[in-house]
């Protein structure tokens, strides 16, 4: 058979007549709307509209967040300011880690700068000195040693640490008060 006789043959489908009253409606139903959606009487009248709910919403908002922090209390669940300082807390960490990554990272490289010092020759390391005597001797500092790097001078002044009663450490210079559950007395 060929298509033309496949096409006459075909019974027509009544759903396909429902198909484009419905898309016709649709269209016509979405011109009208955002006509009247993009109107300025629509944009006066939505807006006088939300601020009557705003002037009848505000008086209960506090209220509404004063029982809910209690229910939440009761429930030993955590409120939303306890989400915010554990966030607070988290970011602190990162921030110390970030640090401390830093700080391992110029050790490190340090580390593995005098590790290739120290395995240069004899008489590699003999030329090496008298180039730096050399240019001491120059200089207005002759015979003074070169500083150490500032990483490695920072990292030796550190603050003083104190043990806590259960055995973990605590630098005494960044200690926080501890907020006590005044219901259980617990910390």
Same mark, same amino acid.
């Given at each position: ?20 009253? %419905?898309?016709?409606? @649709?269209?016509?139903? *979405?011109? /009208? ?5 993009? $109107? !300025? +009487? ?63 990272? %110029?050790?490190?490289? @340090?580390?593995?700068? *005098?590790? /290739? ?5 004899? $008489? !590699? +390391? ?62």
């Amino acid at each position: 058979m060929s298509e033309a006789e496949a096409g006459a043959t075909k019974q027509p489908d009544p759903t396909e007549q429902f198909r484009e009253m %419905r898309d016709a409606y @649709l269209a016509i139903w *979405s011109k /009208s709307l955002i006509e009247t959606v993009n $109107s !300025e +009487s629509y944009a006066k009248a939505s807006g006088a509209a939300l601020n009557g709910l705003l002037a009848v919403a505000a008086p209960l908002k506090e209220p509404t967040e004063q029982m809910m922090l209690k229910m939440l209390q009761q429930l030993n669940m955590p409120t939303s300011a306890d989400f915010a300082v554990l966030a607070g807390r988290f970011t602190n960490i990162e921030l110390l880690l970030d640090n401390l990554d830093a700080k391992l990272d %110029r050790i490190e490289s @340090l580390v593995t700068g *005098s590790t /290739s010092e120290r395995q240069k020759t004899p $008489s !590699e +390391s003999a030329s090496d000195g008298a180039d730096v005597d050399r240019s001491n001797a120059n200089s207005a500092n002759a015979g003074v040693r070169a500083k150490a790097p500032r990483a490695a001078r920072t990292t030796a002044q550190k603050k003083p640490i104190a043990l806590r009663a259960g055995g973990t450490l605590k630098r005494t210079a960044t200690v926080k008060p501890v907020r006590r559950n005044s219901r259980k007395g617990i910390r």
